[in-house]
Nanobody, 124 residues
Framework: QGQLVESGGGLVQAGGSLRLSCAAS????????MGWFRQAPGKERDLVAA????????YYADSVKGRFTISRDNAKNTVYLQMNSLKPEDTAVYYC?????????????????WGQGTQVTVSS
């Protein structure tokens, strides 16, 4: 069985930056797509960004385009989410997940392994 562990969350002022990491262990996910989701209190969990197994294809939600960058290092079995120009509305628990699809699935039901989440809080 595989395990995903997120890190890098925290409290930051609006306009600041954070870099989230998601390290996989127990198995290799180098042939899997990876995604970052977030869930704010009282809201549904939404896909923020996703990347194909090769890194050649990416997806970004409109709300984060131009501010967030997803990347992966298959040698380290790790995916990253660089978050710049953070806004208070980015406050949420951020989860990484992996899908056996090699492309970029947009539906969360296509993701089979999930991390426990890391809290990101952006103060105004």
């Amino acid at each position: 069985q595989g395990q995903l562990v997120e890190s890098g969350g925290g409290l930051v002022q609006a306009g600041g930056s954070l870099r989230l990491s998601c390290a996989a262990s127990g198995r290799t996910f180098s042939s899997y797509a990876m995604g970052w989701f977030r869930q704010a209190p009282g809201k549904e969990r939404d896909l923020v960004a996703a990347i194909s197994w090769s890194g050649g294809s990416t997806y970004y939600a409109d709300s984060v385009k131009g501010r967030f960058t997803i990347s992966r290092d298959n040698a380290k079995n790790t995916v990253y989410l660089q978050m710049n120009s953070l806004k208070p509305e980015d406050t949420a628990v951020y989860y990484c997940a992996t899908s056996p699809s090699g492309s970029v699935p947009l539906n969360e039901y296509r993701y089979s392994y999930w991390g426990q989440g890391t809290q990101v809080t952006v103060s105004s």
